[in-house]
């Protein structure tokens, strides 16, 4: 009902950028926060950073400072800026969205994840 397409993932090296885009579509009235996941090989899903519709925002004390997450309500998409990567960022990142359906159900969305890889 809700789908999730991300792009912007690839290889950079360390101290490099790259911006990762998801954009939500489908029978969507509203959405209350979107956010960025991440999974590194061996390890556990975590979270990177959400926006709400207010527009506060969380950060992972590890990506504070270097890590900017934006949305563009109008067109239900979410952004994560990453600038001075390092290595231990390489992973693949997941975006996540929570709202309401048009049928006024909740629901909880993932996409199916883009590969950041940086090299050092």
């Known amino acids: 009902q809700v789908q999730l397409v991300e792009s912007g993932g690839g290889l950079v090296q360390a101290g490099g950028s790259l911006r990762l885009s998801c954009a939500a579509s489908g029978v969507i009235f509203s959405i209350n926060a979107m956010g960025w996941y991440r999974q590194a090989p061996g390890k556990q899903r975590e979270l990177v950073a959400v926006i709400r519709s207010g527009g506060s925002t969380n950060y992972a004390d590890s990506v504070k400072g270097r890590f900017t997450i934006s949305r563009d309500n109008a067109k239900n998409t979410v952004y994560l800026q990453m600038n001075s990567l390092k290595p231990e960022d390489t992973a693949v990142y997941y975006c996540?969205?929570?709202?309401?359906?048009?049928?006024?159900?909740?629901?909880?969305?993932w996409g199916q994840g883009t590969q950041v890889t940086v090299s050092s």
């Open positions: 996540n969205a929570e709202g309401v359906t048009t049928l006024l159900r909740t629901f909880i969305d």
